[in-house]
């Protein structure tokens, strides 16, 4: 034993120390796949050999270089959580979260229980046997945290940033999108009848016999069809003109003769509310006839179902297979994620500024911080260049695109102030009733806005979260803590590396401002008009040219791209990396001439496009790749990485791309937007 463990120690110790005098390569040629012309497929180029040497877990649907940031996240909460579930005593903080990991992965408890946690809620829904009792119904389990039908949710006004309102969307549906609902693809059939499986198993697990489960799949199926129906498509959604309605609460009973909406907001715990939002007004009058027409013991079902179809993943063994049996129809992941990894998404999803000050206080660098300011600095002083030098945009709005430029609010790691999550209460052993607990205090925190200033220190993303984003009513960008680490940055990687990755976000995240729907908010947040017509029909016509180059990318068989649902973030795709390269050219290893100061063999333009494809390298699996081809208004890793490199012409001059290359575009054909 005292050998082995010698062994060992020195094997580490020689691990470490060939670590330490090894610099990691930032960009590694083993990576790459050089038997592709850069030319030809960039992506492929760059990515490869790591593409064929990185298969896609088990678990998961698909892997890259979010996945992998997202992976070191999770194990980097199940060290935190761990450790606060030893250390309840610690004050309310560890309590919270640590006695919410133990409630999730005291499997034995959760086992024991079965559905018990949610047979109240069927019984209350047993006594349902008018309209009437429907929405009261309806309106109690949306307080629970059971929103079911359509959404409800309390918003800024697009038209007066200042003001919270209450908002109602379409919604009702299971599925993840109206089309799967009417489309009649084989596809799209193979996935429903898998649903109705589901959906007549699950109810079984609940006690019901195996032929009226059956019927009462078809009611469900019948409901949420209707529903699908009056739905807005995806890129109609997009319009940001076209989902905000108006309405005095007098008129948007007068919509739904069947609804009173002021007697639902009552209900809702909204007193004295004479105004509200209306996503898709179509949709609520459609509605309303459904439930006029539909009888109310199939309206029992529909909201047995959602009860159901919201508890499962925190109910018995049986439940949370039955859901991953549908889920691998829906995205070909072939095995259940992780309980700890479940548990620590849940728990970042529901008590985020809890697990984030943990979070923060071990992972994150305050120097990471600094170093991202700088970067914001120069991204902002780059993206003004570029709207000056504009030869499409007049003067006018020139000075209106700078004034909300340089209005941009900056978030970068962490919020400056943390939720509380008073009332909140935990315990290590009600696992459903912690979910209940955290869903009710979300509900009333967002009702409890109603009537407050609008609160700008908010964040919309938790610090252990890899992704980013732009937020139009705030004119905000933020970036949270867990980006900011290689691929995307590192503070010991060369300028060359950072501005293709990172700085190529904050760029995408800037330009996400001035996108087909980002552009028509002002300075401060306001959804208006800022535009000369000249120039507003301009860009139209650069956005057009996008749309058409992603509409041109084929995906599976005869499935494509859509250059329309895509197309905000291929212009904020295209955007950041121009604005990104230009900034990177300011820097002194941006200076340097490019034949010579090599990294591993590439110059330094070489590097940063080689980080920009890097960060996109992506293994999908083909009935994920499918899904997201529908809902995801990002398009496909290799496109991301492909579509915007072939518009921008210093990337033809780093990889010597000439005619007869397959992604050679002339040089008048190279769009420019931004």
Known sequence: MYKQTTFLLLTLLTIAFVAAVVPQKFIDPQNMDTSVKPGDNFYQYANGNWLRQNAIPASKTSWGSFNQLHEQSLDAMKTLLEEASKTTTKGRLYQMVGDYYASGMDSLTIEKRGFEPIKLDLARIEKVNTKANLLEELAYQRTQGNGMLFGFGVVQDRKNVTKYL???????????????????????????????????????????????????????MRVETALAKAQMPRVEMRDPY?????????????????????????????????????????????????VAATPIEEWRTYMRWNVLKNAAPY?????????????????????????????????DGTLGDLLGQLYVQKYFKPEAKQRMMSLVDNLEASFKEHIN?????????????????????????????????????????????NVKSVSKWSYNFMINRLGKPVDKTEWGMTPPTVNAYYNPVNNEI???????????????????????????????????????????????????????????????????????????????????????????????????????????????????TNKKN???????????????????????????????????????????????????DAWYQAFNVQPGHKMYKRPEDRIKVW
Not at 318 to 336: P, S, Y
């Open 315 to 347: 109910l018995s063994d049986a439940f949370v297979k039955q859901n991953f049996a549908f889920t691998k129809v829906l995205t070909g992941q072939k095995e259940q994620t992780p309980r700890w990894q479940r548990i620590s998404s849940l728990i």
């Open 389 to 433: 030098k504009l030869d499409w945009m007049s003067e006018e709005t020139k000075k209106r695109a700078l004034t909300k430029l340089v209005a941009f609010k900056r978030k970068i790691g962490y919020p400056d102030k943390w939720k509380t999550y008073e009332g909140v209460t935990i315990d290590r052993h009600g696992y459903y009733d």
């Open 166 to 220: 209450p908002q109602f969307n379409q919604g009702g549906t299971t599925l993840p999108d109206r089309d799967y609902y009417l489309k009649n693809d084989t596809r799209s059939q193979k996935i429903r009848d898998a649903y109705r499986e589901h959906l007549t198993k699950m109810l079984a697990l609940i006690g019901e016999e195996p032929t009226q489960a059956s019927q009462e799949a078809d009611m469900i």
């Open 478 to 592: 933020a970036f949270p803590a867990a980006i900011l680490q290689f691929p995307f940055f590192d503070s010991d990687a060369d300028d060359a590396v950072n501005y293709g990755g990172i700085g190529a976000v904050i760029g995408h995240e800037m330009t996400h401002g001035f996108d087909d729907s980002g552009r028509q908010y002002d300075s401060d947040g306001t959804l208006r008009d800022w535009w000369t017509k000249a120039d507003a029909d301009n860009f139209r016509k650069r956005a057009d040219q996008v749309k058409e180059q992603f509409f041109g990318f084929k995906v599976l068989d005869s499935i494509k791209v859509n250059g329309q649902l895509t197309l905000g973030e291929n212009l904020a795709d295209l955007g950041g990396l121009a604005i990104a390269y230009d900034a990177f050219k300011k820097t002194a290893q941006g200076k340097l």
């Open 598 to 648: 090599t990294i591993d063999g590439f110059t330094p333009d070489q590097r940063f496009f080689l980080s920009w494809a890097q960060i996109w390298r992506i293994n999908v699996r083909p009935e994920s790749q499918a899904q997201l081809i529908l809902v995801d208004p990002h398009a496909p890793g290799m496109y991301r990485c492909n579509g915007p490199v072939a518009n921008i």
């Open 242 to 290: 076209k989902t905000y309605n108006k309405f005095p609460v007098t008129q948007f009973n007068q919509q739904t003769p069947g609804i009173n909406w002021a007697d639902q907001l009552t209900k809702y715990g909204v007193k004295n509310q004479d105004t509200v939002l209306i996503q898709n007004p179509v949709f609520f009058r459609a509605l309303d006839s459904l």
